[in-house]
């Protein structure tokens, strides 16, 4: 039930930042959506032609797998019932990650301080939304 209950979360929260990205998008037209579904820098999958419905899957998979990951590490150190573990490595995940913008030429440029703002507050409001709905998990199922 818990393993079931990650997925979800990371599901539920990979399609907030995607939603949350994809708006920004529209309102302001720079690229960070298309820089969360990007693929550009993974040398098999820039070759294929995907629909953007498919890279969104991609994302909602590394969402899941993010969300495990960090879930089993913080068990580990006791902290996987706190909410700003999740925050802060959010962040930093998208610190880390904003640079692939710099492979591809549909996402913004890397020095788009707009886009690096975005960017990394949908991040850190992913990882608040993980990290709360970890909290509730943890409670229900100790």
Do not use: C
């Not at 610190?95 to 960017?119: E, H, K, N, Q």
């Amino acid at each position: 039930m818990k393993r079931l209950s990650l997925a979800f979360i990371g599901i539920i929260s990979g399609l907030f930042l995607g939603a949350f990205l994809w708006i920004f998008q529209i309102i302001t037209t720079i690229n960070v959506y298309t820089l969360l579904i990007n693929v550009d820098y993974i040398p098999v999958l820039k070759e294929w032609n995907m629909h953007p419905i498919i890279e969104l899957v991609l994302h909602l998979i590394v969402s899941v797998i993010v969300v495990f990951v960090l879930y089993a590490i913080f068990k580990r150190w006791g902290m996987q019932h706190r909410v700003l573990p999740y925050v802060l490595a959010n962040g930093v995940i998208g610190v880390l990650l904003y640079g692939t913008t710099s492979f591809s030429t549909r996402t913004p440029a890397l020095l788009d301080y707009f886009a690096i703002f975005y960017w990394i507050l949908g991040h850190l409001l992913y990882g608040l939304i993980v990290g709360i709905f970890l909290q509730k998990l943890e409670r229900t199922f100790p």
